[in-house]
C-alpha cells in the first residue's frame, strides 16, 4: 500500500494560496502571493523531509500549470527541480490531452476512487504540494495518511484554505514540531480514528 502525504505551506488563518511569489496564483484578487519567502530559513527548508525519498506527485490541474511552468525550465543539478521532472506525476484534470511535463499521468472522472486504487498498489509515497481543490477532497474521503504543515505567522484574510467545510471530522496524533527563529511551525500529524469529545466541570447527575 502507498502512503499518501499532505505537505502543505499555511497562514495561521489557513491559507495556502500563492505561498511561492506574487505571480504565482492571483486568481480570485489574491494580491499576497511571495507570503513565505520573509520566514524562510535553515531551520524551515530540511524539516518537509519527503524530497529525500522516493515519492510520486499527487497533483490538481492548477498547480500542476504553476510547476510545469517553473520547474522543466530549472538547470539538470537543481536539487528540487531535478526530482519533479523526473519522478511520475498524477493531475486530476478534465483535459488529459493537455499535459505536457514529461511523466505525467491524468487522473479524470472519479478521482478520488482512482486515488483510493492508486494507494492499494505498488510503488513509492504518494506526494501532494499545493493543489487546495484535490485536498479538499482527498480530506472529505479520508484518503490522507499524513500531513506535513509548516504554519506560518502571518495573517492572510482571504484566498483558498487548506481546509474546507466537506472536510472529514477526524483525530489526529503530533508526530513531530519544529519551531524555526522566524516563527514557523513544522509538524507532522497523522490519523487517530474519530474526534474525542469531553466536558469541563462536574459529571451530570443522574
Same mark, same amino acid.
Given at each position: 500500500?502507498?502512503?499518501?502525504?499532505?505537505?502543505?505551506?499555511?497562514?495561521?488563518?489557513?491559507?495556502?494560496?500563492?505561498?511561492?511569489? *506574487?505571480?504565482?496564483?492571483?486568481?480570485?484578487?489574491?494580491?499576497?502571493?511571495?507570503?513565505?519567502?520573509?520566514?524562510?530559513? %535553515?531551520?524551515?527548508?530540511?524539516?518537509?523531509?519527503?524530497?529525500?525519498?522516493?515519492?510520486?506527485?499527487?497533483?490538481?490541474?492548477? /498547480?500542476?500549470?504553476?510547476?510545469?511552468?517553473?520547474?522543466?525550465?530549472?538547470? %539538470?543539478?537543481?536539487?528540487?527541480?531535478?526530482?519533479?521532472?523526473?519522478?511520475?506525476?498524477?493531475?486530476?484534470?478534465?483535459?488529459?490531452?493537455?499535459?505536457?511535463?514529461?511523466?505525467?499521468?491524468?487522473?479524470?472522472?472519479?478521482?478520488?476512487?482512482?486515488?483510493?486504487?492508486?494507494?492499494?498498489? %505498488?510503488?513509492?509515497?504518494?506526494?501532494?504540494?499545493?493543489?487546495?481543490?484535490?485536498?479538499?477532497?482527498?480530506?472529505?474521503?479520508?484518503?490522507?495518511?499524513?500531513?506535513?504543515?509548516?504554519?506560518?505567522?502571518?495573517?492572510?484574510?482571504?484566498?483558498?484554505?487548506?481546509?474546507?467545510?466537506?472536510?472529514?471530522?477526524?483525530?489526529?496524533?503530533?508526530?513531530?514540531?519544529?519551531?524555526?527563529?522566524?516563527?514557523?511551525?513544522?509538524?507532522?500529524?497523522? *490519523?487517530?480514528?474519530?474526534?474525542? /469529545?469531553?466536558?469541563?466541570?462536574?459529571? *451530570? %447527575?443522574?
Amino acid at each position: 500500500m502507498r502512503p499518501l502525504i499532505a505537505a502543505a505551506f499555511v497562514s495561521l488563518d489557513g491559507v495556502m494560496q500563492a505561498p511561492g511569489g *506574487p505571480e504565482e496564483d492571483p486568481s480570485g484578487g489574491f494580491a499576497l502571493g511571495g507570503w513565505v519567502a520573509p520566514f524562510w530559513d %535553515e531551520e524551515t527548508n530540511p524539516f518537509m523531509g519527503v524530497f529525500d525519498q522516493p515519492f510520486d506527485l499527487l497533483l490538481g490541474r492548477r /498547480t500542476y500549470d504553476i510547476f510545469a511552468g517553473y520547474w522543466p525550465s530549472m538547470p %539538470e543539478d537543481d536539487p528540487i527541480g531535478s526530482v519533479f521532472n523526473r519522478v511520475t506525476k498524477y493531475v486530476a484534470t478534465s483535459a488529459p490531452d493537455t499535459l505536457d511535463w514529461a511523466n505525467s499521468v491524468a487522473l479524470t472522472g472519479d478521482v478520488p476512487a482512482q486515488i483510493a486504487r492508486l494507494k492499494q498498489g %505498488e510503488g513509492p509515497p504518494l506526494l501532494t504540494q499545493g493543489s487546495s481543490v484535490l485536498l479538499h477532497a482527498l480530506l472529505e474521503h479520508g484518503l490522507i495518511d499524513e500531513l506535513r504543515l509548516m504554519t506560518f505567522p502571518v495573517l492572510l484574510g482571504q484566498g483558498r484554505r487548506w481546509f474546507g467545510d466537506a472536510s472529514r471530522p477526524a483525530g489526529l496524533t503530533l508526530r513531530s514540531s519544529i519551531l524555526s527563529g522566524t516563527g514557523v511551525v513544522s509538524a507532522i500529524y497523522r *490519523p487517530a480514528g474519530e474526534v474525542q /469529545t469531553g466536558a469541563f466541570g462536574p459529571p *451530570p %447527575e443522574a
